[in-house]
């Protein structure tokens, strides 16, 4: 079974079609990279994907199920370009609530583990408001793998991230991959996206341009895949 | 029971926000205060010939409107900060545990402000509250869950427009018309010291209906108003 298909979607805000006509299937453990211009629609699929948003027409499924069931929401972990967190709260009253919300068995143990792990147990306490840029990216990395999700939709993770964040965030991709996990990453750093696919998918104006496995010829000349299939 | 559970998160995670900043409490204290202050030079009781617990009950329940308005503003609006709007609808809590959570919590802050700003009402205003107390606090429960349900739910709705602030109040106050007319005319005989009988039940009776509706109508539906 497929960890996601998606079967002929489209998304219009308005007349503008954002989405034109879309089918990707994703395997099981395979760790994808979106890419395509600003305004190409990565960010529309991803959140289409997630259940955030719903397509105007076509169908989204997560393992076989509907994106918007309780039960798959559960195994999905979601990175979008906010860092989706309280100010007003501190780094474990943040993580703790999204681990109930997730029914995350031990929730305390669960994120003082993952506080650890992003190198922010010594601030458990404090208030996210309190905290620097840098660590507040690695909060919002800690809250994305909290719950150990199947699958992992994450906007542009590597975007304003520092070199601390960037590295617990490839250890994290890193173990979900070896666990069976699957990934779909929409970005413009391509060396970084790229290093980390299996497959990739080019997104032009709102359809999918090239969708296949990750060739050699990308890694050696980033540039390769739009000269081949994208706009000039 | 995870349903409650995850709702009293969600309530909880509010009411610790609120707390630390205070901001939606003292607007919404400072303005009902200010109400009954600027009223009780408008309805001089000594001056004109008027008994106040005519006017005592519709004064207080739009003085708890419109203090009511000003928190529910904040109430969606909170989490359009660092896009914590996004994670909520990820996560598998259902629509309307997000939706139970805030009302609860917008329920309890509310609450706090009808509090202290009745006791303030009844010193300035001399009402008689202890003779019908009880019935008193059980319209208040009622007509606050029924603006918490309102407002919480075009909260959600107007979370997104430009113009929020200015939208709830125009959207809430037509829909909670019933609701403040019977806890306005019930409140009025109440301080008059006149209980609940025969002649005014039905305005409990259309409070509590008002509240099960209303609510039904908003957990059921809130997911269209989050995901479209």
């Known amino acids: ?232 | 029971m995870t349903f409650l559970r995850q709702s009293l998160a969600i309530a909880a995670k509010d009411l610790r926000s609120e707390m630390r900043t205070k901001e939606a409490l003292n607007a919404s204290l400072a303005f009902a205060v200010v109400i009954f202050l600027l009223f009780s030079f408008a309805f001089d009781p000594a001056n004109l010939n008027i008994d106040v617990n005519d006017y005592a009950g519709g004064l207080l329940w739009l003085a708890f409107a419109f203090a009511g308005a000003l928190s529910l503003n904040r109430s969606f609006a909170r989490e359009l900060q660092n896009d914590c709007l996004d994670a909520l609808v990820a996560s598998p809590a259902a629509p309307g545990v997000l939706f139970l959570g805030k009302a609860l919590a917008n329920f309890a802050l509310l609450l706090a402000v009808e509090i202290v700003s009745l006791a303030v009402f009844s010193v300035m205003y001399d009402v008689r509250l202890r003779a019908q107390l009880g019935w008193i606090i059980m319209v208040i429960l009622l007509t606050t869950w029924a603006i918490t349900v309102i407002g919480t739910a075009f909260s959600a709705l107007t979370v997104n427009l430009r113009m929020r602030e200015l939208m709830l109040p125009i959207l809430t106050y037509p829909f909670l018309i019933p609701a403040l007319l019977a806890a306005i005319l019930l409140t009025a005989d109440l301080f008059a010291g006149k209980p609940i009988s025969a002649a005014n039940a039905i305005w409990l009776r259309v409070l509590v209906a008002f509240d099960v509706i209303f609510s039904l109508l908003a957990v059921v539906f809130i997911d269209i108003v989050l995901v479209g």
């Open chain 1, 1 to 232: 079974m497929n960890a996601l298909d998606v079967e002929g979607v489209w998304k219009y805000y308005g007349d503008f079609p954002a989405l034109r006509e879309i089918n990707i299937q994703v395997a099981a453990g395979s760790t994808v990279a979106l890419l395509g211009r600003n305004g190409a629609g990565k960010t529309t699929l991803l959140r289409i994907l997630a259940g955030l948003s719903k397509p105007t027409k076509g169908k989204v499924r997560v393992q076989g199920e509907d994106a918007r069931q309780e039960s798959t929401r559960r195994r999905i972990g979601v990175l979008g370009h906010g860092i989706s967190l309280y100010d007003e709260l501190s780094a474990i009253e943040n993580l703790l609530l999204f681990a109930r919300l997730y029914g995350v068995p031990n929730p305390v143990k669960r994120a003082d583990e993952m506080l650890e792990r992003t190198g922010l147990d010594r601030v458990r306490d404090g208030l996210v408001r309190e905290f620097s840029r840098g660590m507040r990216q690695r909060l919002a990395v800690a809250r994305v793998f909290l719950h150990a999700p199947d699958l992992l939709l994450l906007d542009e993770p590597f975007t304003a991230l520092d070199d601390r964040a960037i590295a617990v965030l490839h250890a994290l991709l890193e173990e979900t991959h070896q666990r069976g996990g699957t990934v779909v990453m929409s970005t413009h750093q391509l060396r970084e996206a790229l290093e980390l696919a299996t497959h990739v998918a080019l997104i032009q104006r709102g359809q999918i341009a090239f969708a296949g496995e990750r060739r050699q010829e990308m890694l050696v000349d980033t540039g390769w895949l739009y000269r081949t299939y994208g706009e000039n």
